[in-house]
């Protein structure tokens, strides 16, 4: 099922870990292969960083290799692609849960990174006024010290535990009060904040598209439409453009 991409003023997309997998990311892989979820869950925990941050940086830290190593797939561009191909009154917000950084990669502008950005390492002090920076070093052997202030630095992610980022909510909050087509993308449409983004989305009275591998079970009827299969197929055939 195709549709007209210049029908709508409003646009919102919603990205998860589906997205990457095919350009060789799963959602956290430390240099001892995949993590256990119970591991990441207390690995990623705010608690760690503030108890033991070099465990923070062992799980995280692991992620900067594969990631720098990852090219944007067929699914990111079709995005870039879509926002390039916008016109005068289309808005995009594309906002995503990952944090490899691949939509920018691929030349999306107007993005909203939910959970921060791992490639980025920024100080654990908030009055310190160091900027967030850009660091491909992992850290997993020794944990990094502010330049500034001493304090432990940390990657720009939300960790568990951490609440969203206030001024990415605020903008999300903004575009889907008037929203007028709502897809989620490689993400569980049954957790948040795939959840609660598509029932403010159906609320404004958007076209609500599910685009993943697996149906939604149960399903969430806050969805009107799903579109099944890999990210980086269904979505350029579904916008017009199969590769
Ligand atoms: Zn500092």
């Known amino acids: 099922m195709s549709f007209d991409r210049h029908q ?4 919102v997309v919603l990205t998860g870990a589906g997205i990457s997998v095919a350009s060789g990311l799963h959602t956290y892989r430390g240099p001892d292969g995949v993590w256990a ?14 108890e033991s941050p070099q465990d923070t940086w062992r799980l995280f830290g692991g992620m900067r290799g594969p990631i720098a190593q990852a090219r944007p797939n067929a699914a990111h561009r079709a995005l870039a692609r879509w926002e390039a191909e916008l016109r005068p009154g289309q808005q995009l917000l594309l906002v ?7 939509h920018q990669a691929a030349g999306s502008r107007h993005v909203c990174e939910l959970h921060g950005n791992v490639m980025l390492t920024r100080c654990s002090n908030p009055d310190c006024d160091l900027p967030p920076f850009e660091d ?18 940390r990657p720009d992610i939300v960790l568990f535990g951490e609440p969203l980022p206030l001024q990415a909510l605020w903008q999300v909050d903004r575009a889907l009060r008037d929203c007028d087509l709502f897809l989620a993308i490689g993400t569980s449409g ?5 959840a609660s983004l598509v029932r403010y989305a159906a609320q404004a009275g958007a076209r ?5 591998l697996e149906p939604l079970v149960p399903p969430n009827p806050a969805f009107q439409e799903t579109v099944l299969g890999r990210a980086e197929t269904v979505l350029p055939a579904w916008l017009g453009w199969p590769e």
């Open 190 to 194: 049954l957790v948040d904040p795939a």
């Open 208 to 212: 609500t598209v599910f685009m993943n």
């Open 37 to 50: 979820a119970h591991d990441v869950e207390r690995l990623g925990h705010a608690r760690a960083l503030a």
């Open 136 to 153: 491909l070093a992992p850290h997993t052997e020794a944990v990094p010290r502010c330049p500034r202030c001493g304090s432990v630095l």
């Open 96 to 102: 995503t849960q990952n944090v490899d950084g691949l």
């Open 8 to 11: 709508y003023q409003r646009i």
